[in-house]
């Protein structure tokens, strides 16, 4: 039976960052996750490296690595002690690890990784829609504002004089 492992999609996501306007995961990242070495996950990119074109995995520039470790809020000195830039995946290189990475933990893990993806970016079109429709009753309704506000003025008007009135004595 295979081990099935389960990783908070909390984690998954504090993992991925935006680099280059795509959401990237960092090797040592994905590395720890799939619970190998970052050398070992990267040799295997090598060997498949037809597997990996520049849209699926870069390598970070030295800007965009000092970028990233001040993204990071941690005093790790041995994650800020990097000596070379790593590589990043997109989420299609991610879905190309799991051809690479043949282990169960590996298949598991890039599987939750995946689906983390596609959560992401439902929320980000559900967001867009919400946006859009929004922006749709702004310009219907928009211009009804003055006419609300003097609705409710009126009403105010009406109930005060309600109030203030004098309220006639029922009975003998």
Do not use: C
């Amino acid at each position: 039976m295979a081990e099935t492992f389960l990783i908070p999609s909390e984690r998954i996501v504090s993992k991925i960052y935006i680099v280059r306007n795509r959401k990237v995961m960092i090797d040592r990242d994905l590395a720890e996750l799939y619970g190998v070495q970052t050398k070992v996950l990267n040799q295997a990119v090598k060997r498949n490296i037809k597997r990996f074109p520049v849209d699926f995995m870069f390598q970070l520039d030295k800007n965009e690595m000092e970028n990233w470790k001040s993204q990071i809020v941690t005093s790790n000195s041995a994650k800020m002690g990097i000596r070379k830039q790593p590589m990043v995946f997109t989420e299609g290189g991610v879905a190309m690890l799991s051809g690479v990475l043949n282990s169960n933990r590996a298949i598991n893990v890039n599987i939750q990784i995946i689906r983390t993806f596609i959560k992401i970016r439902e929320l980000l079109s559900t967001n867009d829609a919400l946006q859009r429709k929004i922006m749709e009753l702004e310009k219907k309704y928009g211009s009804h504002d003055e006419h609300i506000k003097k609705i409710f003025a009126t009403l105010n008007l009406l109930l005060l004089e309600e109030k203030t009135k004098p309220k006639k004595k029922i009975g003998f």
